[in-house]
């Protein structure tokens, strides 16, 4: 039964390798009626040697635009609140 799982699996993954173990766990469940968990599927995952591709947040500031905003904390002081 593992080696039909794993065809599927590599032709899911193939088809979209963005998915991660429960989206992969649900699609064999639904295309191909197979029972497979997520833990399952993640070790068949491990064993194929692939891994879902996760999209990369360019929102983050650079190391540069970091040490900028740092130093320019540290020059404004702000008083303390006197409550």
């Known amino acids: 039964m593992d080696l039909k799982l794993l065809e599927r699996l590599d032709e899911l993954y193939t088809e979209n390798p963005m998915r991660g173990t429960r989206r992969m766990s649900k699609a064999l ?20 040697g692939v891994a879902a591709i996760y999209r990369v947040n360019h929102c ?12 320019i904390a540290q020059e404004i002081s702000l008083p303390a609140s006197g409550c």
């Open 29 to 48: 469940r639904k295309r191909f009626g197979f029972e497979a968990g997520r833990d399952k599927v993640r070790r068949l995952m491990q064993i194929m």
């Open 60 to 71: 983050l500031p650079s190391e540069e635009e970091l040490v900028s905003f740092k130093s």
